[in-house]
């Protein structure tokens, strides 16, 4: 058990490193993309609302692997100079941001109505009303909600490594492994460790921030 | 309750429906597949109880070959037939035995047990001759020499493996070329995927610089986009093709390798050759003359 790991700690450690990286920097994207559509979807433009919901059915309603294909295959066919990196975070950032619009729209709406209208009332423009008074409590509310997320992004990093980016993912440095040693068994499960550690991290730092921020209602 | 008694009924009618379209789908399926280049041919006669004796009685000769790897065996999507370099040597077995030949689906995982149990009389899939695979059957004299080459697009300033460091090179994950490329090729950056269909996207649109596994596939690649082209003379490794039949069956294998000399000499081999291959890679090539000994020894060029 433990030799398929340190004979093949490279490869292993090459692989969860890989993998960190993408899921930190798909992480910021779709935070970031994922506040913007959540903005929009509760911005009193009708305009602004329906743009917001088209982003999120499209990007939740199609499969990653297809988005990977798109955003890598189609746009290099249409002489666009990606690359497998920035293909395989544009990917997994902007499905994952569909997500994060939704948590927060619904932590959004976890704040009652009057404190907009407060706001409104007060002389806040509406951008101001959600930046100072609506996001700071919807993320919040939203921080499990958001654990989830991030913890169904990890795993669904593992659908990169497995699409034809060909990026050394720690489950493709696994399969790697897999062929090399015929070990099927040992080489899973040190991939499953791998995600594990990544994962547990997640829940350690989500849990620390709800135990800091969140509100108990 | 009506419905209830009917069920039992209906279950028998299907079960007859379904086993007498069976047998007519395998009658259909030989006639339609044998094109029957023997025919016309008067019946030959063969020493009883060989396994040619058998085959010429039964009048159909069963051979195990690829269906999803052109150009050796493949399904033509224009017109549903099996086509290839590797049938068109089973026709030629056929046409010696005087029978019709039927084509049966046989990929990697199951041709060895085909021959075993007696499904097929004959492989031809793309098979490399080793010594593994002649412990569990016979093999006839390599027909083909298939070779481990490297694919790029046409007026790339890759020449040979050397050139290969610091490129991007695409191959099957778990395939022998993974270790191969390892030991040759140590400096190139691997991209490891699951078919050679996403090696193929991933050299169109210019992801990686070069692919590499068997000539068989990457003249299936060119035929698919011709701006890709074979780096001429670089040779990774050398993958001699057996035709595969019941182990020990010295009879047969000696009836094989005639009709296979009899192939290689009057002509039949280089046009098959040309058409399956040489208008695609603009290569030439000579019927292989080395015997299973030497292929089995590693001793082939």
Redesign the interface.
Known sequence: MFDVLTENFDAFASGLWVTTRLVFASFVVALVLGTVVAALRVAPVRAMQAAGAVYVEIFRNTPLLVLLFISFAGLRRAEVDISAWTAGIASLGVYTSAYVAEALRSGVAAVSRGQIEAGLSLGFSYAAVLRRIVLPQAFRTVIAPLASVTIAMVKNSAIVGASLLALPDLLKEARIVNSNTFQTTEAFFWAAVGYLLLTATATVVFRALESRYAIHR | MSRRRWVPVAAVAMVMALAGAGCGGDDEGGGSEGTSQGSGQSQKSFEAGTTMARIADKGEIRIGVKYDVPPFGFKNPRNNQIEGFDIDFGKAVAQELGVKPTFVEAISDNRIPFITDGTVDLVLSTMTINEERAQEIGFTDPYFIARGRILTKEGSDIKGVDDLAGKKV?TA??STY??TLKKQAPRADL????TYS?CL??I????VDAVSTDDVILTGMIIQDDSLALVPGEELTVEPYGGGFKRGDTKFAEFLNGVLEKYKSDGRWQRAYDKWLGQYTKEEQKPPDATLDQALQGEVT
């Open positions: 695409c994950l778990g993974e270790e991209r490891l995927v699951d996403e996207e991933l169109q649109n210019g992801a």
